[in-house]
C-alpha cells in the first residue's frame, strides 16, 4: 500500500500525484502502437500485453552539490519505457547511442518529458534499439542554485509476458542474442551493485564508460 503524507501535511497531494499517475498511464498505452511499429509488427502488437501492468511512480529530489556528487550511479532501467517528467536545472547524463558520447538530456522550459527506452525494448529488438545508460543528478552550481526536481514514470508489461527479439530483428546474419523471459524478472542493468556481480545479464560495460559531468 502507497505511504502517502498526512492530507494536512500537504493538502492535495494525494490527489495530484494520482491524478498525475491515471495522466501518464493513459499517455503510455497510447505509445504503444508508436512502439508497435517501430518494433515492425502491427499496431495492436501489445494488445493483452499490459492488461496487468507493471508500474512504479517516483517522485525525485537531488540537491545542489555544486556538481560534485552523483545521485544515481549509471544504469539501464530493466522496464520497457521510462517517462520523466523534469524540470529546468541540468544533471541528467545519457550515454549517446550514435557516438558513445556521455552527454546532458535537454531541458525544454520549465517542465519537459523525457522518454528513456528499457532493457525490454533492447531484448524485443534483439539490441537494435539499446536501452538509455544514464546517470541522474543535479550538476546546478553557484549559490543560486536550486535542488533538481523529476517524476519518473517506470512502465512494463504484465509480469507473465514473455519478452524475446522480434523475428524483424533474427536472421542468419544476426542471431537473437536474448533468450525469451518474463518481464517480472528482466531488471535494470549497470553500476546496480551486488546484483550485477552475480548476474552477467545485469552486468552492462556501458556503465563502465561514464566519466563525470560538468554543468
Known sequence: ENQFPD??????????????????????????PVYALALEETPYFFTGKFDRPCWALRLNHYPPTDGKEIGIPPHADGDFCTLLLQDDQPGLSILRSTDGQWVQAPTRGKFSMLVNSGNHIARLSNGRFPST??????????PDARARQSVAFFWSPSVDVVVEPLPAFVSKDCPARYDGKRSGTIYSSGRVGRPAETDPERHDDRADTFQHPSA
Open 7 to 32: 492530507e494536512a501535511l500537504l493538502p492535495g497531494f494525494t490527489t495530484t500525484v494520482a491524478a498525475y499517475q491515471t495522466a501518464i498511464e493513459a499517455l503510455a498505452r497510447a505509445l504503444l
Open 133 to 142: 545508460m544514464h546517470s541522474a543528478s543535479c550538476l546546478a552550481c553557484g
